[in-house]
């Protein structure tokens, strides 16, 4: 069996630097994949076959993780589709039959994806491929390699089997991410009960972890109809909705700022896992509304909470970023002199900066923890009056060129006296102040686009509340 070296995949970019095509990548990696497996099934991982199989392709791979910006080349299967680092493979028919055979595999070991560092050896994929062996041999429905551990490799856990609804989502998306938006508040307030009730904030974490994998995926191409459920308060507000929305807008801004799909779901399980703390008494920080406490008693009070929070820690990368998060907790945005715990001046971590945005905007937006409930546009004023004071200013300009002047789901009234609500901001290079909106009348849903020469003599009047509007702007807002 022959596979395309990744030497030949490689086109001139920018300045004469090869790029990948990740489609001849994905190909040739799946390809190498499977002939590994199969050559493990007829002999063993053990056997002297397996091996070189192994390293042959570890050169290859190698050479391009490495021309990959994070270094890691991720691998999905949902169905009979496969992405690798995001992009879905166009397969021939003999590819698509190898993949049916993986996927087959992954689904006895409970696996939807895989992620392989650049530093994995032959003796991390031999590791990974005698578990997955044990697994599969077994066939029992109770074994899944959830508990499985392999340097280098990280496992995605979950079925790659499409679900019905992400059937239904090839007719309605609308549908679809409605019901992913509502298991995620369903699942985190039964969480939060949980919590409340055995007062141990050590909870099953992992659908709540399989649902923000799927908002991770749905951000790039759907994030307007995610982001326009999550300011119309379908249920009331409280600190399980406030996580969720939390979690979707800083995994926003995770994403716009590049970063890989898998960091971009740890950062949502890290705004989960802060209101998991919370419930048992480690504070979540409020850095624009807190009464700061001096310098020491403010770092007594967060190494006094990082010390309650590693017994319940694991070492993995979200158990890091909680402990960051509290460490950080009410420290200035910008440290303008040394502190006496600091031996230089500095800056809050990135994530802590995003969760900080992410956190007071919902609050804003659901009004809650002595914040009063604003429209959107009114909370995108707010958190632009604080830029450079307590909100890093880049990211709040990230935020505002993502969100838009007025954000998708404000409800508006137009020029021409219809109501409607937002439903997608302009491009980046449009008038902010004309962005698509969708008309409030269930008989004539008309969706216009402001920033079209259609419609220049129309315009956006004001926004208006929603208990002011005379339609129910989340119903019309998932008509397709």
Same mark, same amino acid.
């Given at each position: ?36 497996? #199969?050559?493990?099934?007829?002999? =063993? ?44 493979? #166009? ?20 696996? !939807? ?56 989502? +090839? ?17 985190? +307030? ?6 409340? #009730? ?34 119309? !308060?379908?249920?009331?507000? %409280? ?46 920080? +409020? ?14 009070? =967060? ?21 960051? @998060? ?18 230089? +001046? ?15 905007? %919902? ?11 604003? !429209? ?21 300009? @990230? ?82």
């Amino acid at each position: 069996m022959t596979e395309q070296p990744a030497a030949e995949m490689e086109s001139a970019g920018a300045e004469g630097q090869p790029q990948m095509d990740m489609q001849q990548f994905g190909r040739f990696f799946i390809g190498s994949l499977y002939r590994i497996l #199969k050559v493990a099934s007829i002999y =063993n991982v053990d056997h002297a076959q397996t091996r070189e199989a192994i390293e042959e392709f570890m050169p290859e791979f190698k050479k391009s993780a490495q021309q990959l910006p994070e270094g890691m080349i991720s691998v999905t299967v949902r169905g009979e589709l496969c992405s690798v680092n995001g992009e879905t493979l #166009k397969l021939q028919r003999r590819e698509q039959e190898r993949l049916n055979e993986l996927q087959s595999i992954f689904a006895s070991a409970t696996i !939807r994806g895989l992620i392989f560092d650049q530093a994995m050896s032959t003796e991390n994929l031999m590791q990974f491929l005698q578990q997955l062996n044990t697994v599969a041999d077994n066939q029992s429905p109770h074994e899944d390699m959830e508990h499985v551990m392999v340097p280098h490799i990280q496992i995605n856990h979950g079925s790659p089997d499409q679900t019905i609804m992400e059937a239904v989502a +090839k007719v309605n998306k609308g549908m679809y991410i409605a019901h992913i938006y509502t298991r995620a508040l369903v699942k985190v +307030k039964k969480m939060h009960d949980q919590v409340r #009730k055995d007062d141990d904030p050590d909870v099953p974490t992992g659908v709540i972890r399989r649902i923000l994998q799927s908002v991770s995926e749905l951000l790039a191409d759907e994030d307007f109809m995610i982001l326009g459920l999550l300011p119309m !308060r379908l249920v009331p507000p %409280d600190v399980s909705s406030h996580s969720v929305n939390s979690a979707i807008y800083a995994m926003l801004l995770a994403d716009r700022l590049g970063l890989a799909k898998q960091t971009v779901a740890y950062v949502g399980m890290a705004a989960i896992y802060q209101d998991i703390d919370r419930l048992v008494g480690i504070s979540v920080g +409020k850095r624009d509304q807190d009464q700061r406490l001096d310098t020491h008693r403010q770092f007594s009070a =967060n190494m006094r909470d990082v010390a309650t929070m590693l017994k319940h820690c694991g070492g993995d990368v979200v158990s890091t970023l909680r402990i960051l @998060l509290t460490y950080e907790r009410g420290c200035d945005y910008d440290e303008k002199v040394a502190r006496p715990f600091y031996r230089r +001046k500095r800056h809050l971590h990135l994530i802590s900066r995003i969760m900080d945005i992410a956190r007071t905007y %919902d609050l804003l937006i659901q009004g809650l923890e002595g914040y009063k409930a604003r !429209r959107p546009d009114l909370a995108i004023q707010y958190v632009e009056s604080r830029a450079g004071e307590v909100f890093d200013p880049y990211l709040v300009d @990230l935020l505002v060129s993502t969100l838009g002047l007025y954000p998708v789901g404000t409800t508006v009234e137009l020029t021409s006296g219809e109501q409607a609500v937002v439903i997608r901001t302009p491009d980046p290079s449009a008038d902010p102040r004309r962005p698509a909106v969708r008309l409030l009348d269930r008989d004539n849903p008309t969706v216009i686009d402001l920033s079209d020469d259609h419609y220049r003599n129309i315009e956006i009047a004001r926004s208006v509340e929603v208990t002011d509007v005379t339609s129910n702007p989340s119903e019309l807002f998932l008509l397709t």
